[in-house]
């Protein structure tokens, strides 16, 4: 804990990758682990992890990325946190990120940008961009994140670690922002996927305060990585290498997959038609529900309140104007307006259509292969600033991500190579529950 302490000492003013470091806190946690060691201790015991600042943690300031939250401490731990705290892990701190999690870069929070360690010109990917670039810069071994349409796979391709996203329902959602309800998932940054097995196995679990979390045994992650992935079947989308990918990140997905062959994998070109429906797709439901969710930030209750406002209807408007940025007031808006009366049914009920198409695809692959591989991104990291001013050529980052959040599934990015001494990853994904055939995949191949 101290070593990583000092890390981000010396390193953080260039990364920008923690909003709140919570020094004293850790070391009396650390202190505490170490006098549990002696009664034996689990693997995650006195490992110390930077928690994504979209989880609530107890007496510490849990910002969201937002000058809304700027001023808000929660009296209480979110459940992956808990679980977390439970198994002896540290809390070094909370990691930057994109405002209320919507971004693909980082670049959104209100505490500025975070950097990308292997060249600081260029963004970490987001919107998780604070947990990967502390665990890619080696300020702490592991990080909590959370991917609603990619923001843990994509930043964990763009920085060179590994990023794991669990099923939907996997891991409780209680204590954790919402954003969107029905595509949030908690997950893990380490720098390998047997460090996400030991994450995972103490995150995952059912949790009666998020009716959504399932209610379905955990297994022994940890067991299910043999490394032996002789005779299974990997599915490799043919609609995943079309028109946008880049030539060199293309290459270095194909010798990932190839030496999955090499392996003992058994390689089968499949199909899933609707992935160029997604982003779309995506870009109506998510908006829908952050601008539900979004409501309860009134000014009132707690978060940014506005000064001296005039009226009830003065203190709403100025404390969301003022409390929110450019890119929360967009998709408040257009989700407003898609689940708005009469258009509704054009679009949010269209789109919850398409949703199920975009599932069913999946359903099929998985009937003929047991698990699917892709590039993570179109490319590597992009520079700050480049893409700030075209939301659209920005929300098409997540474009091999965000079918897996449609649809729930699992999905892990590991790096496989470099593109202009940038890191790129390949995505693999696996039917719903089946973390472990994932992490073992993803193990066999590092
Ligand atoms: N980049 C996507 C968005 O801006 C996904 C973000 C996420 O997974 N939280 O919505």
Known sequence: TREALARIERHDGDLNALVTVCADRALAQAEAADATLAAGAGPLTGIPLIHKDIFCTSGV?????????DNFVPPYDATAVEHLDAAGMITLGKANMDEFAMGSSNETSFYGPVRNPWNTDYVPGGSSGGSAAAVAAGLAPAATGTDTGGSIRQPAALCGITGFKPTYGRVSRWGMIAFASSLDQAGCFARSAEDCALLLQAMAGFDERDSTAVDRPVPDYAAALTGDIKGMKVGVPSEYFAEGLEARTRAAVEAGIQELEGRGAEIVEISLPHTDQAVPTYYVVAPAEASSNLSR?????????CDDPADLEDLYLRSRGEGFGREVQRRIMVGTYALSAGYYDAYYLKAQKVRRLIADDFRRAFEQVDVIASPTTQGPAFRLGEKLDDPVTMYLNDIYTIPANLAGLPGISAPC??????????????????????????????
């Open 61 to 69: 300031r849990t910002s969201c990325g937002s000058r809304m939250l």
């Open 297 to 305: 930030f009134d000014g009132v209750r707690y978060g940014y309140r």
């Open 417 to 446: 190579g470099f593109v202009n001494d940038l890191p790129v990853g390949m995505q693999l994904l696996a039917p719903w529950f089946e973390e472990g055939r994932l992490l073992n995949a993803a193990h066999a191949y590092q």
